[in-house]
Structure formats: C-alpha cells, structure tokens
C-alpha cells in the first residue's frame, strides 16, 4: 500500500506519460486500486482467461481495451467533504440538445407501437467546456462525491480519459456463483412514489435478464424488490443469484446490453440504437471491471463521461416505454448528468 499523495501523483504522470491506467474503488470499501501496464484491443469473445481489467464498449461488434495486470497498486481511500473551488464549466448547445432529445423520444415511442417493442433506451451526450484542471484532482471528488458507487478513471491512447460512478453492476462471478442485478426506473426523491411505468420497465429488465442466463446457468434465485439510492436518485432493483455452467464470455455475453441500458427485444433494441441514434455510444452504456481467468466483477458503464482536453461529455439515458412522456424522460436524463456535474460544482 502506498500513501494516497503518491497514487495521486501516479494518476497525473500516467495521464501525462500517456502510460494505459484505471484507477478505481470500489462501492462501501475504503481502498482504491490501480493498475497500470500494457493495454491491447479486445473482443467481446476473448474474454476467457484474461487477468486485469476490462473496458468494453455497447456495441459488442466493436473492439474493448483489456489492461494487464501487471502493475497493481493500491492506496487507502481519503475522503474530501469540502473542495477549495469548483471547477469552472460551461455548457453547449443547451436548447438545440432538448429539442433534438425531446424530438427522439416522441419517435422512439411511435416506433415501440409500430414495431411491438416493449422498451427502448435513448440516451445522448452532454457537452461543456471545463478549465484545465488536474485528472487527479477530478478522480478524488468522483470517489468522494460516490462512496455506495463503483467508481473509476480510465485512460488509454485509443480512449482518452473516462471517468463514472455506477450504481448498477452487470455481473459477478466466484467459484461459479453468480450474481446479478437488475436495474431500471428513476427517481429524484424517496418519498415519491414509483409509478406502474416504472415497475413496468423494471419487470421487463428483470425477465429478460434471467431468460438470458438460462441457456448458462443452473438455480436462479431472485430477490425481493427493493429500493436502492445512487448519489442523487433512487431506483428499483433485484438481485438474481444463479450457479454458472458455461463459459465466463458466453454469460457476459448473454447478459450485455440488459434492458436497462437498451431496451426490449434484445436485438431489435440494439439495432434500432445504432440505426437513430445520432451519436456512438461508445463505451457509455459498455461494460468495465476486473476480469480473472474464470471470475469477474463487472458494472455497467453508466453515470460516465469521456474528458478530452478542455471537453467534458457527459452521456445518459432514459428508458422509453408506450407510457413515456418526452419533456419527464429530458427532466430524467438532466437528473442522472449531476452524478458527474456534482464533480465540477462541489465546493
């Protein structure tokens, strides 16, 4: 274990040496992680037997980033409650994003009529000019700013810096037991009550999820459904247990993307995405975690952003049903951007 000065200093040099790196700490523990080395492309089919860490994007027919483990540092968590400054931000094209999102949304819900879907994730970027600041420093109010969260910094050539704290694990598996957990609906507040839109969509999340992992798991169990909260919002969740006999790629596979991150049918969500979407996805809505030999801890990469220089975007998404109202789903998205805007504005 080094001092926490030191694994800063790490961040900032990697960043600057451009040497491929993830920093990352995982929800309710008081340790972060790094590890530092060589990174290669990665498909979605090799992942079996890899030892280190995994950055996957949404479309599965494109290349991922795997980090060897070679370099594994790791350093005691310091939790900052006050920041000396905000770091200054401005955003773009505010007005022609809504508009463009709102008008996205009303189609999506005329298509999931016409076309029988049961749901269907749309999902954009925001983007904001921020000062030049060090990665260090932003990766220090993310951890802090997001203790119940799998929070991490990310950097390679091929990627640039990506930074999120997600609430939403995709998969872990240990000794052959699995665990799971679906995830969907939003809210701002506790008290409120969820809606049957909201417990509609989570049902859907939820079916589809174990019909996935039927075809490569054994006992599957689920869990009451609960509540959880994630920074500033709240959401439905439950967890689905299952003993693994197939392979570590094929159940990553099966699970990637769930419902909550592209909607229902599977496939027919998917194709629709790539085909309106104006945007790549990129690793927004992929998947990231450790990965070693027959076992893994991956999340779902949501509450994210990619830094390029003085450019922050920012991505998130809102799950579309026949039930959704355009305006609510852009109010929603707005929600899910301040897991990240908390970084820039706390003080």
Same mark, same amino acid.
């Given at each position: 274990m080094i001092p926490i000065k030191e694994f800063i200093e790490l961040i900032d040099s990697s960043v600057k040496s451009k040497i491929p790196f993830v920093a990352y700490k995982f929800g309710g523990k008081d340790i972060v992680s790094s590890i530092i080395g060589s990174s290669e492309r990665i498909t979605s089919n090799e992942l079996d037997g890899k030892n280190g860490f995994i950055f996957m994007p949404f479309d599965s027919s494109e290349n991922g980033i795997y980090i060897k483990s070679q370099k594994k540092i790791i350093t005691k968590s310091v939790v900052q409650s006050i920041f000396n400054d905000p770091i200054q931000h401005t955003q773009i094209n505010f007005k022609n994003k809504k508009k463009e999102f709102v008008s996205y949304v009303s189609k999506a819900i005329n298509n999931i009529k016409k076309l029988k879907l049961r749901k269907i994730v749309a999902s954009t970027c925001l983007e904001y000019s921020i000062r030049d600041v060090a990665e260090s420093e932003i990766f220090m109010r993310l951890i802090s700013l997001n203790p119940s969260a799998f929070s991490y910094m990310f950097f390679s050539e091929e990627t640039? #810096?990506?930074? &999120?704290? %997600?609430?939403?694990? $995709? #998969?872990?598996?240990?000794n052959n037991n699995l665990t799971a957990h679906a995830l969907a609906a939003t809210k701002t507040d506790h008290n409120q009550k969820w809606s049957d839109k909201e417990f509609s969509e989570q049902q859907i999340v939820l079916r589809d999820m174990i019909n996935n992992l039927a075809e490569n798991c054994d006992d599957i169990s689920i869990s009451k459904l609960e509540t959880i909260s994630a920074a +500033? $919002?709240?959401?439905?969740? +439950? %967890?689905?247990?299952?003993?693994?006999? &197939?392979?570590? %790629?094929?159940?990553? +596979? %099966? $699970?990637?993307?769930?419902p909550a991150v592209a909607g229902s049918p599977k496939q027919c969500s998917i194709d629709y995405i790539l085909k309106n979407e104006k945007y790549n996805r990129e690793f927004y809505t992929g998947y990231l975690g450790i990965i070693n030999e027959n076992e893994c801890n991956l999340f779902v990469n949501i509450r994210c952003a990619q830094i390029t220089g003085n450019k $922050?975007?920012?991505? #998130? &998404?809102?799950g579309i049903t026949p039930d959704s109202i355009p305006e609510n789903e852009w109010n929603e998205i707005l929600e899910k951007s301040k897991t990240i805007l908390r970084v820039f504005n706390s003080s």
């Open positions: 640039g #810096v990506w930074i &999120g704290a %997600s609430p939403e694990q $995709l #998969v872990e598996i240990k +500033n $919002l709240f959401h439905l969740r +439950n %967890s689905i247990t299952a003993k693994t006999i &197939g392979k570590i %790629s094929e159940i990553i +596979n %099966s $699970l990637h993307p769930t $922050l975007k920012i991505f #998130v &998404g809102a």
